[in-house]
């Protein structure tokens, strides 16, 4: 089956930086695209960034351009999301999913916290 867990929140001061992973399992990875998404406190959900299944381009959501970098290594099935001059708006629980314009199956989130 499916599997998408994420880790790497925390804890981080305004400016900080966090990396987030999401590791696959139980479908062929290199094959798809994959996304990030967030939800903070009592908000929608927030797409935030997507990446070619080859890696080849990847796109932000404006409201984090030129700060986070999304990668990955489809070797070891994970995908990343360097997170760089972090703001306390960037508090939010933060999913990966399999997919771009379409996500089937998502992760159970790993809560990032930004505050002094």
């Known amino acids: 089956q499916v599997q998408l867990v994420e880790s790497g929140g925390g804890l981080a001061q305004p400016g900080g930086s966090l990396r987030l992973s999401c590791a696959a399992s139980?479908?062929?990875?290199?094959?798809?695209?994959m996304s990030w998404a967030r939800q903070a406190p009592g908000k929608g959900l927030e797409w935030v960034s997507g990446?070619?299944?080859?890696?080849?381009?990847?796109d932000y959501a404006d409201s984090v351009k030129g700060r986070f970098t999304i990668s990955r290594d489809n070797a070891k099935n994970t995908v990343y999301l360097q997170m760089n001059s972090l703001k306390p708006e960037d508090t939010a629980l933060y999913y990966c999913?399999?997919?771009?314009?379409?996500?089937?199956?998502w992760g159970q989130g790993t809560q990032v916290t930004v505050s002094s």
């Open positions: 999913a399999k997919g771009l314009s379409t996500n089937d199956y």
């Open positions: 139980g479908f062929t990875f290199s094959s798809y695209g």
């Open positions: 990446i070619y299944s080859d890696g080849s381009r990847t």
